[in-house]
């Protein structure tokens, strides 16, 4: 689902426990769009790594209602919904270039892309792949995204390629 659909206004759903499948089923077959970004988490169970998806915002769903048609009551009373964040009375609103941003980071499967503002020197975090959670620092960045980094294993600094989706930049760390 794209989030810059701008016949609806967008609004947060928090989620009961481990509902976001149910809830997003549930609310499509009402007829309501949602958007439930993802990000790949690598973790290592067993001596060996595994990615998964998980939630970019555990417990909350973005849904879009048509504000004419009122009909945001319904998504209180969905399976899985525990209810919809409000300030007041009435639902809150999300704003509209917030989602076109969040859209706009994500693949057509709702995978969340953020692309760090990276430059040679930085200290980075690996956020997938057999390195993950590796503090490293960028060497340099070619032109097709490719990010040279220095990790230090076991007391020598080895040189490795990665991409820009698998770094998180650190701000106040020295390396």
Not at 143 to 161: C, T, Y
Request: glycine share 6%.
């Amino acid at each position: 689902m794209s989030p810059d659909d701008t016949s609806n206004h967008w609004y947060l759903a928090q989620l009961k426990p481990n509902s976001d499948r149910i809830a997003v089923r549930n609310l499509g077959r009402q007829g309501f769009k949602t958007f439930l970004p993802f990000r790949e988490e690598t973790s290592l169970r067993r001596g060996k790594f595994h990615t998964t998806l998980k939630p970019l915002f555990p417990g909350y769903v973005f849904v879009a209602i048509n504000a004419h048609s009122g009909g945001w009551r319904a998504v209180n009373s969905t399976w899985g919904i525990k209810r919809l964040v409000s300030f007041g009375l009435e639902p809150a609103l999300v704003p509209n270039d917030i989602m076109v941003q969040l859209g706009s980071h994500c693949d057509s499967d709702g995978r969340f892309e953020a692309e760090p503002n990276l430059k040679p020197n930085d200290v980075v975090c690996m956020t997938s792949g057999p390195f993950s959670d590796f503090v490293a620092r960028v060497e340099s960045i070619t032109p097709d995204r490719r990010v040279w980094v220095l990790l230090e294993l076991m007391g020598r600094k080895a040189r490795v390629v990665t991409t820009t989706s698998q770094l998180r930049n650190i701000k106040a760390f020295r390396f």
